[in-house]
């Protein structure tokens, strides 16, 4: 017989290990409060966590009615937001007496969040003083204090609105000398308004609304006395308040029309209407 030289693989086969071998795969099986202690904490934490965010979250102004005051003239000016009812004091600059008179909760629009139209709203009773173009109202809350500017003007430098305005028929006449000053009063509300326009001379009519405080999304159309559309916008520049730029062919009265992009109005959707002619 040959000698075996070393060893011989077949007659001493290495000997395998199990790649496992050594490692415990005991297990124990979770009690059922462990189990529902690691629901708790999946489930419910964040759901805290959202609480705190929003108890942490800051007062803030959202909207304002009216959106300008008279100097001079004794008025109730209103901010609408979050967290408002808790307001402890009011300060005005340049300093003018102003009284905290009403601190509510805010009815939700249908459709609407909370977030952004607001769910609480003050009254603030208040006089301009005169020859200041400019008010800036303070609101102390436990929140924090927030700011708000609201535009102020002479006696008899602006056109009130007269409804009803809201067809060609029923256009209130204005002088594009003086700003107007009107609200959508309600969903679906449409004010018309109508000018003396001339031929060849460029002018530019603006609705100022959201930009200034107001919840009115606007649109401004530009009608002859037929009926006929010459001209509209929506949005302008990314912001909400649309500007109109036409060049009329003939003199002759012209239409402007404004309406809420979402058919909505209410107490809270003043608007300021400008319309400047070139000479």
Same mark, same amino acid.
């Given at each position: 017989?040959?000698?075996?030289?070393?060893?011989?693989?077949?007659?001493?086969?290495?000997?395998?290990?199990? @790649?496992?071998?050594?490692?415990?795969?005991?297990? $124990?099986? @979770?009690?059922?409060?462990?189990?529902?202690?690691?629901?708790?904490?999946?489930?419910?934490?964040?759901?805290?966590?959202?609480?705190? &965010?929003?108890?942490?979250?800051?007062?803030?102004?959202?909207?304002?009615?009216?959106?300008?005051?008279?100097?001079?003239?004794?008025?109730?000016?209103?901010? $609408?937001?979050?967290?408002?009812?808790?307001?402890?004091?009011?300060?005005?600059?340049?300093?003018?007496?102003?009284?905290?008179?009403?601190?509510?909760?805010?009815?939700? @629009?249908?459709?609407?969040?909370?977030?952004?139209?607001?769910?609480?709203?003050?009254?603030?009773?208040?006089? #301009? #003083?005169?020859?200041?173009?400019?008010?800036?109202?303070?609101?102390?809350? #436990?929140?924090?204090?927030?700011?708000?500017?609201?535009?102020?003007? #002479?006696?008899?430098?602006?056109?009130?609105?007269?409804?009803?305005?809201?067809?060609?028929?029923?256009?209130?006449?204005?002088?594009?000398?003086?700003?107007?000053?009107?609200?959508?009063?309600?969903?679906?509300?449409?004010?018309?308004?109508?000018? &003396?326009?001339?031929?060849?001379?460029?002018?530019?009519?603006?609705?100022?609304?959201?930009?200034?405080?107001?919840?009115? &999304?606007?649109?401004?159309?530009?009608?002859?006395?037929?009926?006929?559309?010459?001209?509209?916008?929506?949005?302008?520049?990314?912001? $909400?308040?649309?500007?109109?730029?036409?060049? @009329?062919?003939?003199?002759?009265?012209?239409?402007?029309?404004?309406?809420?992009?979402?058919?909505?109005?209410?107490?809270?959707? &003043?608007?300021?209407?400008?319309?400047?002619?070139?000479?």
């Amino acid at each position: 017989m040959r000698a075996l030289k070393g060893r011989d693989k077949r007659a001493c086969p290495p000997r395998v290990v199990p @790649p496992f071998q050594g490692l415990d795969f005991s297990f $124990r099986v @979770p009690r059922l409060r462990d189990f529902v202690a690691c629901l708790g904490l999946c489930c419910f934490a964040p759901l805290g966590l959202f609480a705190q &965010d929003k108890k942490d979250e800051p007062a803030r102004v959202i909207a304002i009615a009216p959106l300008h005051l008279v100097a001079g003239e004794k008025a109730t000016f209103r901010m $609408r937001g979050m967290k408002l009812k808790e307001a402890t004091e009011v300060r005005a600059t340049p300093d003018a007496a102003a009284t905290l008179k009403e601190k509510k909760d805010s009815t939700v @629009p249908n459709g609407l969040e909370a977030g952004d139209v607001g769910n609480t709203e003050v009254s603030i009773e208040l006089t #301009p #003083p005169a020859g200041c173009a400019k008010l800036t109202l303070e609101l102390v809350t #436990p929140a924090g204090t927030v700011q708000r500017e609201v535009a102020v003007f #002479p006696k008899d430098a602006m056109t009130a609105e007269k409804e009803p305005n809201n067809g060609f028929r029923e256009a209130q006449q204005f002088n594009p000398a003086k700003p107007v000053l009107a609200k959508i009063d309600g969903d679906k509300d449409v004010d018309v308004f109508r000018f &003396d326009a001339r031929a060849a001379k460029p002018f530019t009519a603006r609705v100022i609304a959201a930009g200034a405080g107001s919840l009115l &999304d606007p649109f401004l159309s530009l009608y002859d006395l037929t009926g006929r559309l010459l001209a509209s916008t929506d949005d302008t520049d990314a912001k $909400r308040d649309p500007v109109l730029t036409f060049t @009329p062919k003939t003199d002759g009265p012209l239409c402007l029309v404004i309406t809420d992009a979402q058919d909505r109005g209410g107490a809270w959707h &003043d608007y300021r209407l400008e319309v400047s002619q070139q000479q």
